[in-house]
C-alpha cells in the first residue's frame, strides 16, 4: 500500500468521526426539515381569510335576500294566476285563501313567506307577502294586485324589492 507523504503529516484524529446524516458530502450541515407552521404564517393566513370573508359575506347576504324576495315575487304570481282561474268560473276575484283551494294560510315554497289574499272583488284582487321565518327591513311586506301593480312596504324600496333597482 502507497502511503502518500501528505497523509502522513497530517494529524490522526483522536477518536473516530461519527456520520452524520444530516451533512452532505463537503461536510456543511443542513438544516432539518421544519415540522409545522410558524406563528408569523398562521397570522398571515387569518389574516387573509378575515379579508376574502369581508369581501364574500356581504356579496352572499345580498344574493340570498335577493335569492328570498324573488321567491315571494313567485309565490305572488302563482297565486295571482290562482284568482285568475278562479275568475274565470266565478267572474269574480277570491276575497280569501279558502276560496282559492287552501285550508289555512298559504305559504311560499320555503316557508319564508306568508301569502294573505288582501281582497277580492269584481274588479280586482290584492295579494301581499309577508315575511313568515325571515325578516327583510328593506322589503317589509310585497304586494301585487289584479292590474299588474307592484308595490312594498316601505314604499321607497318597491323598486329594490322587486328587483327593479
Not at 387569518?46 to 328570498?68: C, E, F
Not at 313568515?132 to 308595490?151: H, K, M, Q, R, V
Amino acid at each position: 500500500m502507497f502511503i502518500s507523504r501528505a497523509t502522513l503529516h497530517r494529524p490522526w484524529p483522536s477518536r473516530p468521526q461519527q456520520i452524520d446524516a444530516g451533512r452532505n458530502a463537503g461536510g456543511v450541515g443542513r438544516r432539518h426539515a421544519q415540522h409545522g407552521v410558524t406563528l408569523v404564517e398562521l397570522m398571515i393566513v387569518m389574516v387573509i381569510v378575515a379579508i376574502l370573508g369581508a369581501i364574500a359575506l356581504p356579496a352572499y347576504q345580498d344574493y340570498s335576500r335577493n335569492a328570498k324576495r324573488t321567491e315571494a315575487h313567485a309565490a305572488l304570481k302563482k297565486i295571482a294566476g290562482l284568482q285568475e282561474r278562479y275568475f274565470s268560473s266565478t267572474y269574480q276575484y277570491a276575497s280569501n285563501a279558502s276560496q282559492l283551494g287552501f285550508a289555512g294560510s298559504i305559504f311560499s315554497d320555503s316557508r319564508n313567506w306568508r301569502i294573505d289574499v288582501v281582497s277580492g272583488n269584481r274588479t280586482t284582487f290584492s295579494l301581499r307577502a309577508s315575511g313568515n321565518d325571515y325578516t327583510d327591513p328593506e322589503c317589509t311586506s310585497i304586494s301585487l294586485n289584479g292590474e299588474g301593480a307592484e308595490t312594498a312596504v316601505p314604499a321607497a324600496h318597491a323598486d329594490l324589492c322587486w328587483g327593479k333597482d
